[in-house]
């Protein structure tokens, strides 16, 4: 589709039938061709500025229209990628660092939602949520008035997080009576108004699985700002071509043994659950601080680690661990995990000893190497 700039009748036409085609409790389309229409016949030489005019007054019809039709159901790749077109219609998430969050935006694998909370002229918006089965993302976003002094970053701004499942606190949702700690992360988005949390459930470590589908809550303080900002956000499972593996393979080296229980392969994520078992609690204290593991394909090509989050048996002998990384590229002949120690610098100051790349040294544990063959048979869809 060409530029919003140089819209003409037929694009406005096939605009007309991507609105038509979303179903909708309200037809808006007529009055929104019409406007478009009104203040898209440009006058001669004023052609370019009135196009511009045209361009963001339909643009926000459509807008308009894409919130009352579609509100926060979960959007298709192909509406997704028309409704960029749009001024406005991006997310934060086609800017992220994350190469899986990128992929979400970029498949509309996407749940887009319009909640927003205003406070001391200060507007906090949830404007989508990505969600594979395995991690949730939510893009927040901030917006000072005119004349209100932003507080740095929205990130250095939230100075406390509550999130709840359909009215439920998550960490007890998730957890129940377990002594469980559901993992949550924080991060930077594109730029100083912008933030990406992320929350997993414990599935993999006896707790709930989030629902497929469920509104989430997030209630947010601000720092300087005394009333709390609340966000009412729909989240949907993504429909994608999701595996689990469940290969239950181990290997044990030196008082240990290594085991993969499952592996969760989705066009956003990367999903990893080893278990760890100890022959001693000393055992347990000297390897879990350091023992980490690289996920590559049969080429040798290396995922960027992302989060992760575990739980530890209270006399140390059994952790399980779940680790997120991005998604491969393709779906990979080979797995393999490959456990290796972090390196210290002497001095017991805790920092990682670095190459000559500056990156932390490794020492792989061949021993503990786990290969998983990625066969139709070893394969079965998520459910």
Not at 297 to 324: K, P, V, Y
Request: aromatic residues 8%; contains cysteine; proline residues 5%.
């Amino acid at each position: 589709m060409p530029s919003p700039l140089l819209w003409g009748e037929e694009e406005l036409e096939e605009i007309k039938q991507k609105i038509r085609q979303t179903p909708a409790a309200i037809d808006l389309t007529e009055q929104t061709m019409m406007a478009c229409r009104q203040v898209a016949v440009p006058e001669r030489g004023f052609a370019r500025r009135r196009r511009g005019f045209a361009a963001a007054i339909c643009g926000a019809a459509a807008v308009l229209v894409f919130s009352v039709s579609v509100g926060a159901s979960f959007v298709s790749p192909a509406m997704a990628a028309s409704m960029k077109q749009i001024p406005g219609m991006g997310t934060l998430f086609q800017f992220a660092s994350d190469l899986g969050l990128r992929t979400a935006d970029e498949r509309g694998m996407l749940t887009l939602g319009s909640s927003q909370s205003t406070h001391d002229g200060v507007t906090l918006t949830a404007p989508a949520a990505a969600f594979d089965g395995t991690r949730v993302v939510v893009g927040l976003e901030r917006q000072v008035a005119e004349g209100v002094a932003a507080s740095g970053s929205l990130q250095e701004q939230i100075s406390n997080l509550t999130l709840l499942i359909d009215g439920q606190d998550i960490q007890q949702y998730t957890a129940g009576s377990q002594s469980h700690s559901i993992g949550s992360f924080g991060f930077s988005g594109p730029d100083s108004n912008s933030y990406l949390m992320e929350v997993s459930d414990l599935k993999n470590q006896g707790g709930r699985a989030f629902p497929d589908q469920f509104e989430l809550t997030a209630r947010v303080a601000l720092a300087g700002i005394a009333e709390p900002f609340e966000l009412q956000i729909p989240v949907r499972r993504a429909a994608g071509e999701n595996r689990v593996l469940e290969p239950k393979a181990e290997k044990s080296y030196n008082g240990l043994t290594f085991k993969v229980n499952k592996l969760e392969l989705t066009p956003i994520t990367t999903n990893v659950t080893t278990e760890t078992q100890f022959t001693s609690a000393a055992k347990a204290a000297e390897a879990l601080p350091r023992l980490n593991y690289d996920v590559t394909d049969e080429q040798g090509r290396n995922l960027q680690s992302l989060t992760g989050h575990g739980w530890t048996e209270e006399d140390g002998s059994t952790s399980i661990m779940d680790m997120r990384f991005e998604p491969f590229s393709s779906v990979p002949k080979t797995i393999h995990i490959r456990p290796y120690w972090n390196e210290y610098q002497k001095g017991g100051d805790g920092l990682y000893a670095l190459d000559e790349q500056g990156n932390p040294k490794k020492i792989y544990i061949p021993e503990l190497e786990i290969e998983i063959q990625v066969g139709e048979g070893a394969v079965k869809a998520a459910e």
